[in-house]
């Protein structure tokens, strides 16, 4: 089972992404990061390293709903 990550992505694909542990319709986004030649941006033009450590995020799945992200534990990891 995937689990949220408080550590950044580093290969470019589409991801949940939630700002704080609470996942809710407002914290929740679906972002596709590629790869640019400063590094992984998001589909709004953020790079990656722009995100603070308040930010998780999980590979897409598309069957999941914000209310099933939201009991999906966090991996033990803080960076």
Do not use: C
């Not at 319709?25 to 709004?44: N, P, R």
């Amino acid at each position: 089972m995937q689990q949220w990550s408080y550590k950044k992505p580093t290969e470019a694909g589409r991801y949940f992404v939630n700002l704080g542990d609470v996942v809710t319709q407002y914290s929740l986004e679906d972002l596709t990061f590629t790869v640019a030649d400063y590094g992984l941006v998001d589909d709004k033009g953020v790079l990656i390293t722009e995100y603070n450590s308040s930010y998780k995020f999980m590979p897409h799945n598309a069957e999941l709903s914000a209310d099933k992200l939201n009991i999906i534990g966090n991996a033990d990891d803080a960076t």
